[in-house]
């Protein structure tokens, strides 16, 4: 069955950087738009970054435009976070998701989920 395994989250200084990744398995996954979503503790999941299937097209929330970049390898099967220039606001859990061809910013478009990776950031 489909399954999408994030890791690299853990605990940074502020102004630091870290790199997520998410291991895909059980679907075809260069058919496939991705998407890192994050929910803080209170909050409503928001949309992070998303990458067409080819990868020659991605987009970020304002929040992290500049900051952040999104990858992806489809001959690994795998999608990546760069996460650079952390703030304590970026503290979260950040999950991987599959999704339409041409993704969006609207998480009930996605069909596949990971579990999240816990990032925390200290001031």
């Known amino acids: 069955q489909a399954q999408l395994v994030e890791s690299g989250g853990g605990l940074v200084q502020t102004g630091g950087s870290l790199r997520l990744t998410c291991s895909a398995s059980?679907?075809?996954?260069?058919?496939?738009?991705m998407a890192w979503f994050r929910q803080a503790p209170g909050k409503e999941r928001e949309f992070v970054s998303a990458?067409?299937?080819?990868?020659?097209?991605?987009s970020y929330a304002d929040s992290v435009k500049g900051r952040f970049t999104i990858s992806r390898d489809n001959a690994k099967n795998a999608l990546y976070l760069q996460m650079n220039s952390l703030k304590p606001e970026d503290t979260a859990i950040y999950s991987c998701?599959?999704?339409?061809?041409?993704?969006?910013?609207?998480?009930?478009?996605?069909?596949?989920w990971g579990q999240g990776t816990q990032v925390t950031v200290s001031v």
């Open positions: 998701a599959a999704g339409p061809f041409y993704p969006t910013r609207i998480p009930s478009n996605y069909q596949y």
């Open positions: 059980g679907f075809a996954f260069r058919d496939y738009g």
């Open positions: 990458i067409r299937w080819s990868g020659d097209s991605t």
